[in-house]
């Protein structure tokens, strides 16, 4: 028969609870080691529900990856000084915890805020945009509510802008440009702009192939025919699989999906 002392069950009991109050002090100081470094930073926002400390020593700006503990304003205080970091003169970024109503409330408004726009949630806090009185200063509002209680985090609305972008001729003469959408919103005239600057073909190169792997394509397209890829082992139209690879007339691709009848293109 398997026995065990008085003695040893309360050494282990003791154990346990030591191991789970070593595990609890963790989890509720959140203690997150930290180093300076790391190149663009950003504020890191991982469920932040506690207040952030602004008066941190210098070398607790920054993460081990690099990331900001602290509003840009801090971190980098000349720089945002020198009138070079564009940002909004008339709003400020707030975030509260996800109980916050969303209402303007005395201290709020004490501190110069007129009105507030709920922007997004993350884990268990809300982030708003806040509109300040007409007629006050930016800096000095945002000092004041960075130190409220309610206000986990405060920073700046930051204003970022894009080089002029060089507008290509041969893509403006489309009349079908400013339709599509996607250029702008992807970035696509800035990408051009960069390969132009930096001695590349903005229309990209004949010896890159792109595979596609869509429902169709309109290969016949004014866009598209001139810059298909052609299968030159296969003789277009003869009805014959010219280069043996199990495709009839594949010319500009096949399709994999429907009858073997159509793996055509």
Do not use: C
């Amino acid at each position: 028969m398997f026995k065990i002392s008085f003695k040893k069950v309360l050494v282990l009991f003791i154990l346990t609870i030591t191991i789970g109050f070593i595990l609890y002090l963790n989890y509720e100081l959140n203690v997150t080691p930290l180093a300076s470094g790391g190149e663009q930073p950003q504020l890191v926002d991982d469920g932040l529900d506690q207040k952030i400390n602004y008066k941190v020593d210098k070398k607790n700006y920054f993460d081990t990856d690099g990331n900001l503990l602290v509003p840009y304003d801090i971190a980098y205080e000349e720089h945002f000084n020198s009138g070079e970091v564009l940002y909004e003169e008339d709003t400020i970024l707030i975030k509260f915890l996800s109980i916050f109503d969303g209402k303007v409330s005395r201290n709020l408004d004490s501190a110069g805020i007129e009105e507030l726009s709920f922007k997004m949630a993350i884990d268990q806090s809300h982030w708003y945009e806040a509109k300040i009185k007409e007629g006050l200063d930016v800096i000095e509002v945002m000092t004041t509510v960075r130190s409220l209680d309610e206000v986990i985090v405060a920073d700046y609305n930051y204003i970022y802008e894009t080089e002029e972008v060089i507008e290509f001729p041969e893509l403006l003469e489309n009349p079908s440009y400013d339709s599509q959408w996607h250029l702008k919103s992807y970035g696509i005239p800035e990408a051009w702009q960069w390969m132009n600057e930096n001695g590349y073909q903005a229309g990209g190169s004949s010896s890159v192939v792109v595979a596609v792997i869509d429902t169709g394509v309109d290969y016949n397209h004014k866009d598209l025919a001139a810059n298909m890829w052609v299968n030159i082992d296969e003789i277009p139209g003869n009805n014959i699989d010219d280069d043996n690879n199990g495709y009839i007339d594949d010319v500009h691709g096949v399709n994999v999906v429907s009858d073997t009848y159509y793996h055509t293109g």
